[in-house]
């Protein structure tokens, strides 16, 4: 069956130090995947898109790799701060290739 | 810049009572989509809409029903509520197929089920 897998622990750490965070899948081929941001009580905001032949993209203080080899999709934000603490998300695209299907987050907090 | 607006944001419901969730997009976007996210499970997908005039079931549909009544809305339709169906609903919208472009969220509404 197709698996998206996200930490389910908490990720903690100290204010500007770099935060990564591991997206793996299964039985995926995925054309592309994307990060979205969400926090409490709001819905996902869309964060960065990357595509099977891009191997690295970047906006800003965020940063994601996609290995379609290995199956995985880290997501990197540098200089990290206190107002980036909130859960993020992986998705992919279904086979119909109409809609995302998510992983079920990683919670991030950075603390001062 | 109203993006996606989806009404109610609360809503309590009674075992069997019915209810239509109601969500629209100012975006003129052709696809629309419902989640349903719960604690530890994630948003799953429960009707997708690629285009106006086409509805499709995600991963979980049973329990609702969805019209797309034009291009900017979307429904969810609850025909008799039990308590599995407490959850928070997002709808989301997207220019074309959601791999290729953003999605954009509602702010979600909560429904309890007692």
């Known amino acids: 069956s197709q698996k998206i897998e996200q930490n389910s622990e908490a990720l903690n750490i100290q204010e500007g130090k770099t935060a990564t965070l591991t997206c793996n899948y299964t039985?995926?081929?995925?054309?592309?995947l994307q990060w979205y941001r969400q926090d409490p009580g709001r819905g996902p905001v869309f964060l960065l898109l990357?595509?099977?032949?891009?191997k690295e993209k970047r906006k800003e203080r965020l940063k994601v790799t996609f290995d379609t080899t290995l199956k995985q999709s880290l997501f990197h934000i540098t200089a990290s701060q206190p107002a980036d603490s909130a859960t993020y998300l992986c998705?992919?695209?279904?086979?119909?290739?109409?809609?995302?299907?998510f992983g079920k987050g990683t919670s991030l907090l950075v603390t001062p | 810049n109203a993006g996606v607006t989806q009404t109610p944001k609360f809503q309590v419901l009674k075992t069997g009572q019915s209810m239509t969730l109601q969500c629209a997009q100012d975006?003129?976007?052709?696809?629309m989509y419902w989640y349903r996210q719960d604690p530890g499970m994630g948003l799953r997908l429960i009707y997708y809409?690629?285009?106006?005039?086409?509805?499709d079931k995600g991963e979980v549909p049973n329990g609702y029903n969805v019209s797309r009544l034009n291009k900017r809305e979307f429904s969810l339709r609850l025909e008799s509520a039990a308590p599995s169906q407490t959850s928070v609903y997002f709808c989301?919208?997207?220019?074309?197929?959601?791999?290729?472009?953003?999605?954009?969220f509602g702010q979600g509404t909560r429904l309890t089920v007692v």
């Open positions: 998705a992919l695209v279904t086979n119909s290739g109409y809609a995302l299907n």
């Open positions: 989301a919208s997207s220019e074309a197929r959601t791999g290729q472009t953003e999605a954009f």
């Open positions: 975006m003129n976007h052709n696809s």
């Open positions: 039985n995926y081929s995925p054309a592309y």
């Open positions: 990357i595509r099977e032949n891009e």
């Open positions: 809409s690629a285009s106006e005039g086409t509805t």
